[in-house]
């Protein structure tokens, strides 16, 4: 299936490593006029020393007040947004402790609503519609030991999500998320090196294996391209049957 974003402009949050820099990649791959967010300014350069192309910005997305700041320019005119920047910790959950609570709400729910808002502004304002894409996981339908926070924060994006789609509908604003299971990305490795610990993992999974970045890629360009034009509201597992069983 071919893919062009070309006269698109994406902003994908969490574009330093893992997913979010393989769709930054992709997506200008594909033609977009890309603007990739995130906070480590290493990244930003090693990734544009990949492709000179990308127009970076850096910002922690847990201040609102730097992100308005940062995205005033960059927020207008977009026409795709892919919402991945996370934050994840393990904790069983008599130990949650009220930071890290915090801390992975105001990433993972608080900082995709105030991205979402800015750039939905944007495309309701020129009535172009668009397409946004959040990154979830498995771990919002299902609950995985140590995870409660992530979990928690991660079952409230779907939600989310699907009052997104239901509101910014109207405008031809479409809005989706992907729900990976694990890819062994910087946070894979987080909570999933530990082969024995990794097993309990994959034989819950029918195709018997992590996802790959490519994996989740391949399903965030597709829910941003309109080959799913009718596509709206839905949490995509890209988890190889985990959810299914
Ligand atoms: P990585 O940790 O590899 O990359 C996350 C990126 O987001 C990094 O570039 C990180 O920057 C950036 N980021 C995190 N917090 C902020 C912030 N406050 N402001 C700006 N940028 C920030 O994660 P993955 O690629 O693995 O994860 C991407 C998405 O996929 C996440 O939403 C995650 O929850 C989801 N997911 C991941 C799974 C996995 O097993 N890997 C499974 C299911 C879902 P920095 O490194 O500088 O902090």
Not at 68 to 85: F, I, P, W, Y
Not at 171 to 193: C, D, E, F, H
Request: net charge neutral; proline share 4%.
């Amino acid at each position: 299936m071919e893919i062009s974003f070309a006269g698109k402009r994406a902003i994908v949050t969490g574009a330093g490593k893992g997913i979010g820099r393989a769709t930054a990649l992709a997506l200008a791959r594909c033609g977009a006029e890309v603007v990739a967010v995130t906070r480590t300014r290493a990244d930003l350069d090693s990734l544009l020393l990949e492709c000179p192309s990308i127009k970076p910005v850096c910002v922690n997305l847990g201040d609102w007040g730097a992100t308005e700041e940062a995205l005033r320019e960059a927020g207008g005119n977009v026409d795709l947004l892919v919402n991945n920047a996370a934050y994840a910790t393990l904790q069983p959950f008599l130990e949650v402790t009220p930071d890290q609570f915090d801390i992975s709400f105001n990433i993972n729910v608080k900082a995709v609503l105030h991205v979402s808002q800015i750039v939905a502004r944007g495309m309701k304002a020129r009535g172009t519609g668009g397409s946004i894409v959040n990154i979830s996981s498995q771990a919002s339908q299902c609950a995985l030991q140590d995870h409660t926070v992530y979990c928690a924060t991660k079952g409230a994006l779907d939600m989310l999500t699907k009052v997104m789609a239901l509101e910014l509908g109207p405008y031809q604003i479409r809005v989706n998320s992907v729900n990976p299971t694990v890819v062994m990305t910087k946070m894979g490795r987080l909570a999933w090196s530990d082969p024995g610990k990794a097993k309990t993992m994959t034989s819950r999974i029918p195709l018997g294996r992590f996802a790959e970045v490519e994996d989740v890629v391949n399903s965030i360009l597709f829910l941003l391209s309109d080959k799913s034009s009718m596509t709206n509201g839905v949490t995509l597992p890209v988890d190889g049957g985990f959810l299914a069983c």
